[in-house]
Each structure stands twice: as structure tokens, then as C-alpha cells.
């Protein structure tokens, strides 16, 4: 059989679309149904049930799907290891990173890293929504926050605390805040995820503990966008320290309220299965730990995953 053909077959069956997993797979939809068809003719077995509406895949076709998934995957993990075997990491990775890690930091790292890898070629994905494996067509997402879903593997890379931080031409013309509650008083640059406003901000120090609903004219559901506008002098932003590392070192961004903590953020690094633990992932893992400690110092890594066992 088409090993092309399997794999369309599993990325048909992931995306519930014919036109999309073509698109994919750098196919044209005809293309693609006449390989299906091929497929179904070979089996002796309809896979599909097509109309001019939906796909949904039959009772055979979930039960080949699974023999099939794992013949690809062995397939995928005995060529990694010849790789390993050669001192190699090659193949395609396709990365997805939130909009702020994404642009101003993976960006130019991956520089390095097909520097030191030439055999490896990185797709990346930008972007704050959260990324569907399938849909989105994504091997790993690099992404904050513990991961909700418990089927995943995740590698957490780094916990990170949060600053509060403006530019000098901001707080030129406005008071520096000593206090949370001195934060009413000011322009804070807020971020939206979906119909989610993040406006409520919590510190802590030994006296107790602080929650400051903030108000500001710039709200952006793109957390690059806030990270600009802080530089910008455009009012204060809650941030990660990873994010702001290299406009603090250069003066662009002025860290406030140093007396007092905001509860920190962890990184992940998630994939959908452990089949999909190849080489070029733990490399990646290994080499965003690594980053990362350079690029804000004194970091916790907690090393190793979670339901990988």
C-alpha cells in the first residue's frame, strides 16, 4: 500500500475534511478523494460515508484507523532512530508558540537551532489561541500556563515570575506607582484572551495579598501587541519576566513594585501523544531549557514530563 495514502487516510480522519487534510499534505482536493477511494478499493471496505455536507468515518474505518495510526508512527520513530543512530536530528517540526515567545524570542532562536541541525526544517506557528493539534496541523505547542488536558505529554521548561513594568517616557510624565492599589491611577495595558479580559492583577508580599482590578484604553488579544505597547510608553503591563528580559537588560522597560510578587507562570512544552516524542522534540526541550535560563537566569527547571510513562 501508499504509505501517502495511510497518511492521508489518519489526517482525513483527525480533521473530519477531505479539502483540509489535502491542503495539508500539499494535495488538491480531487487528488486526495481519488486516493481514499484507492485505499477503500484495496481494503474491500468503505472508510467513509461522504455527503455533500459531512464526512464521518464508518465502523471499519475506526478500527483500521488505529492499526493504521500506530504503523505510521512505528514507521516515523524506526526512521528517527536511524537518524539518532547517525548523530542526526532531521525531519520536519512543526512548532506552535504564543504570539510574544513566538516572534521576539523562537523567532530568532531557530536561527540557531537549523544552524546546528541543517538537516531539520521548523514550521512555526504565532499565535494566542490555543493551537488543535489536528485542525492547526501541529506536532508541539510551546505554550504558559499547566496543561488542562490530561491525555497530553508535557515537558515543563521553565517557571517564570511575572513584573510589572512601564517605559521611562510613561513614567516621566506620571507618578511610579509604590503600592498595587496605586494602580487605579494608571493606564494598564490589558490582554484578552476570547471574551476574557485579564483586568483583574494579584500581588502578594508579607503583609497579604492584593487584587487590583485594573482599567486601561488598550485592550489587544494579542500579548505581542501589549508587550509594544509597554515599550511604547503606553501605559503599564503585567508581563512575564522571559517576555520583558531583553527590554529590562536595555532600559526600554522599567520594573515597579519590586517589593512585591505576582504568582508565577510556568512553560510547557506539549505534544498530543507519546508517539510523537521523537529525537528533534527532546532536543528542542533541552535547547528551551537552555535558552531560557540564559535569557532570564536563576531559573526552576523542573525536568521531566508528565503522563509520558
Known sequence: MNIADLALFVRTAQTGSITASAQQLDMTPPSASAALKRLEKQLGVQLFIRSTRKLRITAEGER????????LASLEKGKASLNEMQGKIAGEVRLSASSDLG????????????????????????????????????????????????????????????????????????DEPKHPKDL???NCLLYRIGNSV?????FFDNDGKYDIRVVGNRVSNDADVVHRWAVAGKGIALKSRLDMAADLRA???????????????????????????????????????????????????????VNID
Open 64 to 71: 483500521y484507523l488505529l492499526y493504521c495510526s500506530e504503523a
Open 251 to 305: 532600559g526600554n522597560v522599567v520594573e515597579l513594585l519590586t517589593e512585591f510578587q505576582s504568582p508565577p507562570l510556568s512553560l510547557w512544552l506539549i505534544c498530543p501523544s507519546r508517539t510523537q516524542v521523537t529525537p528533534a522534540m527532546l532536543m528542542l526541550r533541552d535547547f528551551f531549557r537552555r535558552k531560557c535560563e540564559e535569557e532570564v537566569g536563576n531559573l526552576k527547571i523542573e525536568h521531566g514530563s
Open 184 to 186: 487605579y491611577q494608571h
Open 103 to 174: 516572534r521576539n524570542l523562537v523567532l530568532p532562536w531557530m536561527d540557531e537551532i537549523i544552524a546546528l541541525h541543517p538537516e531539520l526544517s521548523i514550521q512555526l506557528n504565532v499565535g494566542d489561541t490555543l493551537a488543535d493539534f489536528y485542525q492547526d496541523n501541529v506536532d508541539m505547542a510551546l505554550r504558559y500556563g499547566e496543561p488542562e488536558d490530561s491525555s497530553m505529554v508535557a515537558f515543563p521548561i521553565a517557571k517564570l515570575d511575572r513584573v510589572i513594568c512601564a517605559a521611562p517616557e510613561y513614567l516621566a510624565k506620571f
Open 198 to 202: 485579564f483586568d483583574h492583577w494579584a
